[in-house]
Structure formats: structure tokens, C-alpha cells
């Protein structure tokens, strides 16, 4: 199988080649030539998590032996990282809603599922398609991915990740996380800006020709860790077939009975690959894209118009602060029938007046397969206090979103059909956001905040966000939010 960009049908990559480089030259993302038809479900189904993901991502990954893919899988998703053989167990709740934890790795959210394994297969990769030169992982985080590539990737041999994160965007405990990260490989560093400054910004640096050469001349080459790179999409494909998989196990599911999923969404990978799972045959039905009150989505989804001249709002689920959701081009070029030419048409208008509407075709098509909605940190909150108070489930701000906008998926379109809700961090990790949805005092420091949310819940919080109190801050710098492309120089070549 290879790869091609969404705005230039002529790439062709291998899967190795598309995740050394991360994004395609021109400034589209790769996706594969081809959707390959999913094992039965009856087989998988027989299988441990580590070897339905070999399965699923060998027919994506078909430059890497399987044995190399098998022993990458296997040392990413180690039952002492993930707490257990299933990395992503599911909780079920009243009316047929069935939570997916994809939070028990070891930075507490959905990230690392994808970020453990990245590293081995960057690895492989550079040992398949490489060229020997060093990769250097530049990541742009709105909390949850750059602590996941951090821990992911620090101490790879051959590998030196840079993070940047917004100053004032991210929870204590993110921050903590990020600025405590040991390892001989990393820097971190805040910038004064969102999200969508250091991604767009981190994004003009993997397409600057002239700083690719002066990298290449140090022996030197970005790549990416976030969701840009196929190596991060193809293993949350996993997770949606092998949770299909379990509720047919448990006999929660008929074969074939249509399953709703309702994701939390920010840069929109998570809900893609749902997207992908089903395009590959998994019997999914509506997708529910959960949005905060930056529900640039929910508009899009509903209206066709893409429109990001608007207020950017920091709130309390901040891993889904986003404006410029970037998977969102891969749905618009499978939607738009592979038409790259529209593609490239969209975000060219997207850079120049920040805007863009789809035709009725491609309009048509996304209100079919999916259901937008939103809800602010009011109703984030009391989603959270419900939750507890009527199911003794934990959630985390993200999750409740979900949750609460799952509820109204329900009660505006009548579809009660089975809903798989991915539960994307642990409460812990936003302990005092839960704290104060839970209309409790809030303490002093975000550590006394875990004994409290512990004694509360009586459910013992992750031990690695307990460890972090003990922990030396290595990282304090900050730079303006211009300034990402002089950093990264300093720290490269000095
Ligand atoms: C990253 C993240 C999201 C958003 O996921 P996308 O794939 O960017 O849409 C939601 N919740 C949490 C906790 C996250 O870390």
C-alpha cells in the first residue's frame, strides 16, 4: 500500500517514508491509496488486543515485516504501561452507553495509545526507508500530546523531540507533567499564543525548504508527532475495532448491530479513525463529534462553512481548544471523492481569509455520517456531577463534553442505538476542574487536589501523576509566539 498527499495526488510514499516525513512536502497529509476490507470480526475477536492491532495495522503498514511490526506493538502496549493486557477497557453505563478508557498508559489520556507505539515504528521506519540522519520530533501540544511524545519518545537512540505548548492553555498538572520530563533527548518550552499558534507555526517549519537543508547539512530531519503523521492515526484505528470487538465478546452487541460512537474532538484524529474503522467495514453507525464552546466543528458539520474568524476560548477541557482542526482535511479529501484539487482550493482560502465552505455533495455526505454538537463549562460541569452522582463514574472535562453531548444526540434525533463514548483522560488529570464540577472545596495545590478527588471517589489516582510532586521542574523557558523558529534553531544547532 502506499500513500499520497490530500493535496497532491501525484506522492506516492511508503507507509515508512510517509512517517519519517510526517507531512507531505506541499503541506498536505498523507493517507493511504486504499482502505483495506477489516478480518472477520468473528476472528479478531479471538485475539488479544496486541495481535488484533498487528493485524489491522499490517494492512496499512505493508512495507514492515510482521514480526518487526509484532515485537513494536508488543513492547508499546506492555501490560505494566497500560495497567493490563486490554489497554483500552471498556465501562458500561445505563441506557446502552459503553465507555472506552483510553486513558490507562503512562500520561493518563488518549494519546499515549498511539504515542507509545509511535516511536518503535518511527524506529522501524528509519530502519526500513531511512537515511541514517538523526529525526528531530518537533511537536506543537495542547497538553495531552506533547507529555505522551515526551514520554514516548525520550531517550530513542537517533531521535531529540522539541515540545511547545501554550503558556496559559494547559492544566497545572499538563504543565507539571511537561516541565518535570526527565530524559537526555528533550526540550520544552511555552509559547505566548494558542494551540493553533504553535501548530500552524510548527507547521510552517516541516515545509520551510531552506531550514530542511540547513537540517539536512547537521545530519538532521523533522518529523512529527501529532496527529499530522499516519503513524499516530493507524493505531487509534485499533482500538475502535478491538472495542467492537469486546462488546460482541460480552455478548453486548449483536454481529452487525450498528454502533454509534461520540467522541470529545480537537485536532480530529480520534474521530477519523473511527471514521476509518468504519470505512474498512466495522459495523459503526453515527459519528458524534463532541466540541466545547470552540465549536467551530459543530458549525461545520451543520452548515458546511468552515469558518475560523472567531473568538478563541480557553476552558476547562483545553486539549480541545482548537480552531484549525487538521484531520480535517483527510475527511474532506475522502469525502470530496479524492479531490485533491478541492482540497488544496479549500485550505489555500482557509490561509488566505480564514474561511472555506464545502459544496452539497461533500455537505450531504458529512451530515450523513455525522452528528456535531457542543456544550460550554457549565454544562461541562454539571455533565460531570451527573455522571458521578447517578453513575459513580469518574469523568474527566473532556469526557463529559462527550458525554453530555451524547445526551442530546439522543434526545434530538430519537437514535438510542448502542454508543461506544471514548473516554479520553483520567479525572486525576484535571483533578481540580473535577474537584470544582464536584462542588467541592477547592485546595491549595493540584497534588492535595488528587487526595481529595481519591478520598471522594474512593479510586486510587495513577501513580505516575502522584510521582510528579517529588519531581525537579527542568523546563521554565518561554517564547513569543513568532519566536518557535529561532528556538528550534537554537536548540539544534546552537
Ligand atoms: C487530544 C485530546 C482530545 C482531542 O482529540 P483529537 O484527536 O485531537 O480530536 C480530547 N480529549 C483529550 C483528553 C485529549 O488529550
Not at 106 to 116: S, V
Not at 330 to 346: H, I, M, P, T
Not at 468 to 491: M, T, Y
Amino acid at each position: 500500500m502506499n500513500y499520497t498527499s490530500t493535496r497532491d495526488g501525484e506522492v506516492r510514499r511508503s507507509a515508512a517514508h510517509a512517517i519519517l516525513q510526517g507531512l507531505s512536502s506541499e503541506g498536505g497529509l498523507f493517507v493511504p491509496d486504499a482502505f483495506p476490507a477489516l478480518d472477520s470480526l468473528d476472528e479478531l475477536s479471538q485475539l488479544p488486543y496486541t495481535e488484533r492491532a498487528v493485524r489491522i495495522l499490517g494492512q496499512f503498514l505493508t512495507d514492515f515485516p510482521q514480526d518487526l511490526l509484532r515485537s513494536c506493538v508488543r513492547a508499546a502496549y506492555a501490560p505494566e504501561k497500560f495497567g493490563g493486557p486490554n489497554p483500552a477497557p471498556i465501562t458500561s453505563l445505563s441506557g446502552d452507553r459503553f465507555l472506552l478508557e483510553l486513558w490507562h498508559g503512562p500520561t493518563c489520556a488518549f494519546k499515549d495509545m498511539a504515542l507509545q507505539l509511535l516511536p518503535h515504528l518511527m524506529t522501524a521506519s528509519e530502519s526500513l526507508a531511512g537515511d541514517g540522519r538523526k529525526i528531530v520530533i518537533l511537536t506543537a501540544t495542547s497538553g495531552d500530546t506533547g507529555k505522551a511524545a515526551l514520554e514516548g519518545f525520550r531517550d530513542v537512540p537517533g531521535i531529540r523531540i522539541l515540545v511547545f505548548y501554550p503558556r496559559d492553555g494547559v492544566s497545572p498538572m499538563q504543565k507539571r507533567q511537561m516541565a518535570t520530563q526527565e530524559g537526555g533527548n528533550v526540550s520544552v518550552c511555552a509559547i505566548d499564543g494558542n494551540f493553533d499558534d504553535a501548530q500552524s507555526a510548527v507547521k510552517s517549519i516541516f515545509t520551510d525548504a531552506a531550514l530542511a537543508e540547513r537540517l539536512e547539512q547537521a545530519g538532521m530531519r523533522f518529523s512529527s508527532a501529532n496527529s499530522i503523521n499516519w503513524g499516530r492515526l493507524a493505531p487509534q484505528i485499533v482500538y475502535y475495532v478491538s472495542a467492537y470487538c469486546d462488546l460482541l465478546a460480552e455478548g453486548k452487541l449483536r454481529p452487525g448491530q450498528a454502533l454509534n460512537v461520540c467522541v470529545p474532538t480537537g485536532n480530529f484524529g480520534n474521530l477519523l479513525a473511527a471514521y476509518y474503522a468504519k470505512k474498512m467495514g466495522l459495523p459503526l453507525g453515527r459519528l458524534i463529534c463532541a466540541s466545547n464552546r470552540n465549536r467551530i466543528l459543530t458549525d461545520f458539520i451543520r452548515t458546511g462553512v468552515y469558518d475560523r474568524n472567531r473568538d478563541f476560548y480557553t476552558t476547562i477541557s483545553p486539549s480541545m481548544d482548537i480552531l484549525i482542526s487538521s484531520n480535517l482535511e483527510r475527511l474532506l479529501y475522502s469525502l470530496s471523492g479524492e479531490d485533491c484539487q478541492a482540497v488544496s482550493g479549500w485550505y489555500r482560502q482557509l490561509a488566505e481569509t480564514g474561511r472555506f465552505q464545502v459544496g452539497d455533495a461533500v455537505r450531504k455526505k458529512l451530515s450523513a455520517e455525522f452528528w456535531g454538537g457542543y456544550c460550554d463549562d457549565g454544562a461541562t460541569r454539571a455533565a460531570i456531577r451527573d455522571a458521578f452522582r447517578q453513575e459513580r463514574y469518574l469523568c474527566d472535562p473532556h469526557t463529559a463534553v462527550a458525554v453530555k453531548v451524547c445526551r442530546e444526540y439522543r434526545e434530538e434525533t430519537g437514535d438510542h442505538a448502542p454508543v461506544l463514548i471514548a473516554s479520553t483522560a483520567s479525572p486525576y488529570k484535571f483533578g481540580m476542574s473535577v474537584l470544582e464540577a464536584l462542588e467541592q472545596p477547592l485546595p491549595e495545590s493540584e497534588y492535595e487536589g488528587l487526595r481529595a478527588l481519591e478520598a471522594l471517589s474512593g479510586m486510587e489516582a495513577p501513580a505516575p501523576l502522584k510521582a510528579l510532586e517529588g519531581k525537579e521542574v527542568r523546563f521554565s523557558g518561554s517564547v513569543p509566539r513568532d519566536g518557535i523558529k529561532e528556538a528550534v534553531l537554537r536548540e539544534l544547532i546552537g
